[in-house]
């Protein structure tokens, strides 16, 4: 059998797949902070599950939590966009922040880490991190100002990336 690291293990998506899981009979561990998920998820696994208990931003908890697992099913997140607008520090420092240890090339370039891409286009190298801990990225503003948390109720449809079935197609940073 496998060992399975389930993060956001306490949240909904979470801890219905750590559920599935130890009821097949596979090794579970849970990480979660408990930002947002609940104790009461957890009875879904049972003493069945192994838990971490710490926020995965930290290097040190995150080493931690993936430790001796076969697989790991990253459901953490913060995705509630009205908790966003509310409190943008927490959910900014979830998605921009924690991405500036990434060691992927793409997202180092797209957040000004490497290159100097913003000073190309006369912007401060960090213009795309100001940016999104503003206002959120493209995908997030739709859905507040258009899409189905707004008033207006819009679908994506074309106005979706390419590899969601759109038009948008974004050229890579380089
Ligand atoms: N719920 C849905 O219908 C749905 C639909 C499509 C996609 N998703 C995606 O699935 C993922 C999980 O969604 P969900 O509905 O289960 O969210 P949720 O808020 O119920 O669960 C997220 C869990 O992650 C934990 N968490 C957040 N930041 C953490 C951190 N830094 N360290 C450790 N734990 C942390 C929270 O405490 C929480 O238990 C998200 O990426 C979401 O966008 C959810």
Request: hydrophobic share 45%; aromatic share 6%; proline share 4%.
């Amino acid at each position: 059998m496998a060992r399975w690291l389930v993060t956001g293990g306490a949240g909904f998506i979470g801890s219905h797949l750590a559920e599935a899981l130890v009821g097949k009979g596979e090794t579970v561990r849970i990480a979660d902070s408990f930002i947002t998920g609940n104790r009461r998820n957890l009875a879904a696994a049972g003493d069945r599950a192994e838990l971490v208990e710490g926020d995965l931003a930290d290097p040190a908890v995150a080493a931690r939590a993936v430790a001796g697992m076969d697989y790991v099913l990253h459901q953490a997140a913060i995705p509630s966009v009205p908790r966003s607008v509310k409190d943008p520090a927490t959910s900014n420092r979830a998605n921009v922040d924690a991405m500036k240890a990434s060691g992927n090339p793409e997202v180092r370039r797209f957040l000004g880490l490497d290159m100097d891409l913003g000073r190309r286009l006369g912007l401060n190298a960090d213009w795309t991190q100001c940016a999104i801990r503003k206002v959120g990225n493209y995908g997030e503003l739709f859905e507040r100002h258009l899409g189905l948390k707004s008033p207006l109720k819009l679908e994506r449809q074309l106005n979706n990336l390419a590899s969601h079935g759109g038009l948008h197609y974004a050229p890579a940073f380089r």
